[in-house]
């Protein structure tokens, strides 16, 4: 017993990239602590699921994961499951009864405790690691790189204070909790000299960094700390609040030179009301404002923003004042969600809850309005020459997919490279620069000029 081998460890990460933090912290300390990592269940002693759970769709998708792994355990494939993340937090020692056969559960913010958990679970102990309070992510824990490999998330804080009524984060997540300026710089000097090609900043609200700081910080100081290393790849900032970004932040955006001019911004609503009743501040002329302040601090910079459509008391009219604001503001990226009660959201309980149905239709019907702005910004950029980030090839084919400066991973589109005669290749995971010789609604089409 005391020389066997140490059990092969797969995990599946569900989720935000939040979460992928959390799941590489985790198997960044089994890899410290001998555990053979392998990437497919089929080859793993024991599975570990990271869950997400803020909405319903995730939870669903998370219990069939969860039902999944449990079978190929009975099935004898597996020695034992642990299911980590937002499930077992949102509902507690309560799905440790609904799952019986799932050995292990680790809460949020008790991740750092998971050589502890598969220790528990080899010896089929059935234990649940509660989350801890004031568990912040540092520099000196181990990641597993599970993302691309020329790609990395920096994650700057935990958790949100806000709280919009229909959100269940806080509740999962707890309240916001900055990382210290000099831990995350470690970091960040870290993942350069790695040779990362992008490292995309992220919390549940990157803008409230700092204001729990003692003295008081903002984004606009962390970024003016990190601006000074030197990096010849891309810097990317997600998950903004309106109420966060000012100019201050813009300058100190404009200033850091591995910055792209690229912001992530949603907005939810245009409609004061509408935003009244989901907690958020703004409305569509503070927001237009806002918009043409970003644009002139930083002319090329893409904007993506959320709308959610169906809101309990979204009349016509509110919907229409949102798809005449999306048709005004031309963002570059637009999501929109059709809203879905969640149990114990104040939004839940509203009165005038709206039809699916209506819901989807105004989804559908925004969508279509994104398409021909889209469709706009892209024919403009036809001849225009950029630096892009190959990501993979089409096979048996002479055609690359990349992402532009405008282009997040996951949730925005490609630019699809084709090559020149000379045979010139370009590298997957770096960059190389072409012309648009192509628009489409979402994607470009482009040549290459030089790798
Ligand atoms: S800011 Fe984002 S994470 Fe925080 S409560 Fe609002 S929607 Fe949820």
Known sequence: MRNSPKPKIALISLGCPKNLVDSEVMLGLLDQAGYPIVED??????????????????????????????????????????????????????????????????????????????????????????????YALTCDLPRWRSAPQWLSYLRIAEGCDHRCTFCTVPAIRGTHLSREPQDILKEYEQMVGEGLREIIVIAQDTT?????????????????????????GWVRLM????????????????????????????????????????????????YLHLLETTRRIMPDLAIRTTFIVGFPGETDEDFQLLLDFAAEARFDRLSAFAYSPEAGTVAAEMPDQVELREALDRMEALMRCQEGVSLQK?????????????????????????????????????????????????????????EITGAEIHDLNARLLGT
């Open 378 to 434: 892209n024919t403009a950029l036809v001849g225009k020459r950029m630096r892009v980030l190959v990501e993979r090839k089409a096979p048996e084919r002479e055609l690359w997919f990349a992402r532009s400066y405008r282009d997040a991973p996951e949730v925005d589109c490609e630019v699809k490279v084709e090559t020149t005669t000379d045979g010139c290749q370009p590298g997957i995971g770096s960059f190389c620069e072409v």
């Open 41 to 134: 269940v089929t080859d793993a002693d024991i599975a570990i699921l990271n869950t997400c759970a803020f909405i319903e769709p995730a939870q669903e998708e998370a219990i069939e994961a969860l039902l999944d792994l449990a079978e190929i355990k009975s099935a004898g494939d597996l020695r034992a499951v642990i299911c980590a993340g937002c499930l077992p937090q949102r509902y507690g020692r309560e799905l440790a009864d609904e799952f019986p056969e799932i050995a292990v559960f680790v809460q949020v913010g008790a991740e750092p405790r998971i050589v502890e958990a598969v220790q528990a679970a080899s010896a089929g102990r059935h234990t649940f690691f509660e989350s801890s309070t004031g």
């Open 208 to 232: 409230a960094y700092g204001h729990d700081l003692a003295p008081r910080k903002s984004l606009a100081d962390l970024l003016r700390v990190l601006a000074p290393v030197a990096f010849d």
């Open 239 to 286: 998950y903004t609040h309106p109420g966060g970004v000012d100019e201050d932040l813009l300058n100190a955006m404009a200033d850091l030179p591995a910055m792209v001019p690229y912001l992530d911004l949603p907005l939810q609503h245009a409609s004061s009301r509408i935003l009244r009743a989901m907690g958020r501040p703004g409305d569509a002329e503070e």
